[in-house]
């Protein structure tokens, strides 16, 4: 299959200080730290991992919203980074973005109607009036919404149509790949299914690529294709969902399995709890970064680094002992 | 084993006087719960299972909302008779509550043993004025901080999330309540964070047999952390009893779609079942039951009345005409 986005050794550090005014001292941050990737077109990947991971960071270089310390973002074979001010505006039109939070997202002053054709309007500047209405009314019936919602406000609706608007919004200018955030830790329960299946059929009839950003493993199985997970910065652990989610190699992947809970009454878990907690990225741990937690650590991993590797075709982990 | 019963909370209604009418925030809820016993109430947001936390710590916000009705009875004293000066007394000492977000819970501006040894300090415990250090460090080793005495002085900023919510949990089991209400303690956790909160949880309420009341959305979290589950839509219980039941085969149309709707890691790739509609707006609840606009099973009945709650058995009930039909036959 060709790739659509591929991300090759991307790196982003922050610089923060410590100290006070004169003895201030700049250290850096290692959000992410070398993380290499292809997506598919028409394929749901998702990247998981705890909060402090870098999979939100990963997300904002892709959107250009952070600039990448070094390493390539490729659409298509064309490198994102280098692009002059007009292609990075018609990259923005190939690449959308859907938030966690859709009612800090849309801006509360302005009605439906105008949230949703604000997009056009910056990025096809060429379009008739009308053809842009008739494009707003046909994107508001594509998330479900009756065209009466146009002219209400965002404090109108309740979460699930504020997150129905925000994807309506990333859908106007026809994006090839949509990246989305979290797209349904804020709301309910009963809600949730709704928009997951949502954006399930609109991915087929628009053959979009997603990637899915999202801490919630079970939602994961269920929506993805392919699944990267991150533990500081790094990926450890890359593959086919099925594969990965039916024998995870990684001992950071198969902790998570085992804390996730389950609606089973009476589970007996076999596995401890994960010690511990994720590593400051400041300073994250020599080796292997996941080896003060990892219940298989050996003096080994304490010294070099493990490489993410091939395991079998098209998928990889990272880990001295996989 | 006779379990001696902690908490029983009768036909509770707890309303709030809007200037757009009168929201039955809780409308006539029961449960009880026991010593060492963990209840869940389960429901999504604006079913009224954090206002029924509220009104029994007699916290639910002034004037707009007031307690109705009904009788929260802790250990056959009727909460809802007593003063505010005694309400403070038994706030701490004998009901304890844990918040969603721990940076809400404590002062950005006082350090974690300042925080923590306030419990103590206040009037009706044991040590009045003296020095509490040992206590403090005391409870902070009980929630697993570790070096707990090089950290008193610390502030909230300088602890992860998780440790914060132990830090909260430290205050609120300070004094060994023997109820504590635990009000989505782990959803701004990680899940393994959230793993290690539950356990530590669990063992604080073997320690001590307290009873804990669990106020969550996660189904999953239920399962795995609770004896007995109230599910709760739109101000009302719909279904109650033991978890293993609940789960095995649930009475309620609304308890099935929730479990339906709920995404496992064993199932492969496919779309998920979903509940249509959206949660009732509790000024315009339509007539008869709350749930029927959105139910798969709705008859003629549920549009006219709001079905009584019903015994299906030992202690397991849910309010739902399918049931009393079957009954009547």
New interface residues.
């Given amino acids: 299959m060709e790739a659509l986005l591929e991300l090759r050794d991307v790196i982003k550090h922050f610089p923060v200080h410590e100290g006070g005014l004169l003895r201030r001292k700049y250290k850096m941050l290692k959000a992410v730290d070398g993380v290499s990737l292809s997506i598919d077109r028409g394929t749901s990947f998702g990247i998981a991992g ?2 402090g991971s870098g999979k939100t960071t990963v997300a904002r270089l892709i959107l250009l919203l952070e600039s990448a310390t070094s390493g390539s973002i490729l659409l298509e074979g064309k490198n994102v980074l280098r692009f002059t001010r007009p292609e990075t505006i018609w990259y923005r039109t190939r690449v959308q973005a859907v938030f966690q939070d859709a009612a800090s997202s849309l801006n509360p002053r302005m009605r439906i109607r105008n949230l949703v054709s604000e997009p056009m309007e910056v990025q096809h500047k060429e379009l008739s009036r009308e053809a842009i209405r008739a494009k707003t009314e046909e994107m508001i019936h594509l998330v479900g919404l009756t065209p009466d919602r146009l002219k209400m406000f965002p404090h109108e609706l ?1 979460g ?2 504020k997150q129905r608007v925000a994807i309506a919004r990333a859908m106007t200018v026809e994006p090839s790949l949509v990246i989305l955030d979290e797209p349904v830790s804020s709301l ?7 928009i ?2 949502l954006l ?1 059929d609109i991915q087929e009839r628009k053959a979009l690529t997603y990637l899915i950003i999202a ?5 994961m ?5 392919h699944i990267a997970v991150m533990y500081l910065g790094k990926i450890v652990e890359m593959g086919n ?2 594969e990965v ?1 039916s024998n995870p190699l990684h001992p950071y992947t198969r ?3 085992s ?9 007996v ?1 076999t596995t401890p ?2 010690k511990g ?2 590593a400051s990225p400041i300073d994250p741990p020599a080796g292997c970064r996941f080896h003060p937690r990892c219940p298989q650590a050996k003096a080994d991993c304490k010294q070099s680094e493990p490489c993410l590797e091939e395991v079998s075709p098209g998928y990889q982990v990272a880990c001295h002992f996989a | 084993m006779v379990q001696e019963c902690l908490l029983s909370v009768e036909n509770l209604k707890t309303y709030f006087f809007t200037r757009t009418g009168v929201v039955k925030a809780v409308d006539g809820v029961s449960f009880s719960v026991n010593c060492g016993e963990s209840l869940a109430i389960a429901g999504e947001s604006g079913c009224g299972k954090s206002i029924t936390a509220l009104s029994i710590m007699r916290l639910v916000p002034q004037p707009a909302g007031r307690t109705v009705g009904g009788k929260i009875l802790l250990q056959g004293e009727d909460l809802l008779a007593k003063s505010e000066e005694e309400m403070r007394h038994l706030r701490g000492k004998v009901i304890s509550m844990i918040l969603q977000d721990p940076l809400m819970s404590l002062n950005p501006v006082y350090t974690i043993g300042n925080q923590v040894s306030e419990a103590f300090r206040l009037k009706g415990s044991k040590k009045n004025g003296g020095s509490v250090r040992g206590e403090v460090i005391e409870v902070l080793e009980r929630v697993r901080i570790p070096s707990a005495e090089r950290r008193l002085n610390d502030y909230p900023f300088q602890f992860s999330g998780g440790m914060r919510q132990r830090v909260v949990a430290a205050i609120a089991i300070a004094r060994q309540p023997k109820l504590l209400i635990a009000d989505e303690p782990t959803t701004s956790l990680d899940v393994t964070i959230q793993d290690q909160f539950l356990r530590l949880l669990k063992e604080m309420q073997r320690q001590t047999n307290m009873g804990l009341i669990l106020i969550t959305h996660d189904l999953a979290v239920v399962a795995e952390n609770c004896d007995r589950i109230v599910v709760m839509y739109a101000g009302k219980v719909v279904e109650s009893g033991a978890v293993k039941e609940v789960y095995q085969s649930p009475a309620h149309p609304y308890t099935e779609a929730l479990m339906q709707a709920l995404p496992k890691l064993e199932s492969k790739r496919k779309r998920l079942y979903q509940i249509e509609g959206e949660p009732p707006n509790l000024l315009r609840l339509p007539p008869g039951c709350s749930f029927w606009p959105r139910c798969p099973k709705m008859m003629n009945i549920c549009k006219a009345e709001y079905p009584p709650l019903t015994t299906v058995s030992g202690d397991r009930s849910a309010a739902c005409w399918l049931l009393r039909r079957e009954g009547e036959k």
């Fill in positions: 705890e909060s309740s699930g149509q309910d329960v009963s809600i949730r299914a709704q997951l299946n399930a801490h919630d493993l079970a939602m199985r269920h929506v993805t294709t969902t099925e989610f902790a998570l399995f804390v996730v809970p389950r609606p089973e009454p009476g589970r878990r709890s994960l907690e994720i």
